[in-house]
């Protein structure tokens, strides 16, 4: 079945720094890939998607690119900021007419000033 | 705003005790779901539904019941609550190619079972 695997934080990165969230995704044919982000006492949120091989999402300084050939999507983004303290989640769905997400467990992000 | 909307936002109940979880969206969008999410297991799907009419089970579905009789509500129920319930609970809603515009999520309900 489909799955995906995230690195487990938290994780804790002053202001500034570089971020990188990994993601890994088991799957067959050919997924679209998301990441969403949940801010404190809030409903989760798009970030950013692809929808096919080598494919690029950006979205507020955050990017993605999807990588079939490693299966990964990793979520990255070169200066954090103390606002993008939030839990990321990495979900794939089963591609075009799916209807269903499945979500990696979610990776708290603090950033210190 | 538009989007989805559920209520209440935060319940508590006693063990044995019923309720029903409520979401609205506003979108005219066919598919609709009930999550629940727990600390270190992310989010997991109860039921789903495609259409006005229609219900599905999802991946965690004992204990909680679902109707779908207009296209924008999609009730959660929960028949005898147990304190494994506990937790809070999304309702998200997407249109049909999934792939494009992935899924609205609402605010959430915090459910407390003691």
């Known amino acids: 079945g489909n799955s995906v695997t995230q690195m487990e934080g938290p994780v804790t990165l002053s202001e500034e720094a570089f971020l990188t969230i990994n993601c890994t995704y088991t799957?067959?044919?050919?997924?679209?890939l998301f990441w969403y982000v949940q801010y404190p006492g809030e409903g989760l949120q798009l970030l950013l998607k692809?929808?096919?091989?080598?494919d690029k999402g950006s979205n507020k300084g955050f990017e993605a690119t999807y990588r079939k050939e490693t299966t990964s999507f990793h979520l990255e983004k070169g200066s954090v900021q103390v606002s993008d303290s939030a839990v990321y989640f990495c979900?794939?769905?089963?591609?075009?007419?799916?209807?269903?997400?499945?979500f990696g467990k979610g990776t708290k992000l603090s950033v210190i000033p | 705003n538009a989007g989805v909307t559920q209520t209440p936002k935060f319940r508590v109940l006693k063990t044995g005790q019923s309720m029903t979880l409520l979401c609205a969206q506003d979108?005219?969008?066919?598919?609709m779901y009930w999550y629940r999410q727990d600390p270190g297991m992310g989010l997991r799907l109860i039921h789903y539904?495609?259409?006005?009419?229609?219900?599905a089970k999802g991946e965690v579905p004992d204990g909680y019941n679902v109707s779908r009789l207009k296209k924008q509500n999609f009730l959660l129920g929960l028949e005898s609550a147990a304190p494994s319930q506990t937790s809070v609970y999304f309702c998200?809603?997407?249109?049909?190619?999934?792939?494009?515009?992935?899924?609205?999520f609402g605010s959430g309900t915090r459910l407390t079972v003691v």
């Open positions: 998200a809603s997407s249109y049909g190619r999934l792939g494009d515009y992935g899924y609205t």
């Open positions: 799957a067959t044919g050919y997924p679209s």
């Open positions: 692809a929808t096919k091989a080598d």
């Open positions: 979900a794939l769905s089963r591609g075009a007419g799916s209807y269903q997400l499945t």
């Open positions: 979108m005219n969008h066919e598919y």
């Open positions: 539904s495609v259409g006005e009419g229609t219900t």
